[in-house]
Nanobody, 114 residues
Framework: QVQLVESGGDLAQPGGSLRLSCVASRSIFSANMGWYRQAPGKEREMVATITGTGTTSYSESVKGRFTISRDNAKNTVYLQMNGLKSSDTAVYYC?????????WGQGTQVTVSS
């Protein structure tokens, strides 16, 4: 069983920045990783993904503002969030896809408000 632990969620002002981290309990080498988010009353949506070879993809709503990266040596994936908007308020979930099996973290709350 793989455990994923997110951190870095916080209250931020519009235009501000946060960096989320997701640490896995096993090696993430070759695993596809990513972040989803779920706002109150809305469905969970993909935010950003990164493949085992480092190819990234982003939702249109965050493209140009968020950056996903990974550090295989630390079993960690990051989500750098800049230019935060109130619409980014949500619980952010990290996932790992390994050999067709998906593992999810418990989520970290991001609130953007003045």
């Amino acid at each position: 069983q793989v455990q994923l632990v997110e951190s870095g969620g916080d209250l931020a002002q519009p235009g501000g920045s946060l960096r989320l981290s997701c640490v896995a309990s096993r090696s993430i080498f070759s695993a596809n990783m990513g972040w989803y988010r779920q706002a109150p009353g809305k469905e969970r949506e993909m935010v950003a993904t990164i493949t085992g070879t480092g190819t990234t993809s982003y939702s249109e709503s965050v493209k140009g503002r968020f950056t996903i990266s990974r550090d295989n040596a630390k079993n960690t994936v990051y989500l750098q969030m800049n230019g935060l908007k109130s619409s980014d308020t949500a619980v952010y979930y990290c996932y790992m896809e390994l050999w067709g099996v998906y593992y999810w973290g418990q989520g970290t709350q991001v609130t953007v408000s003045s």
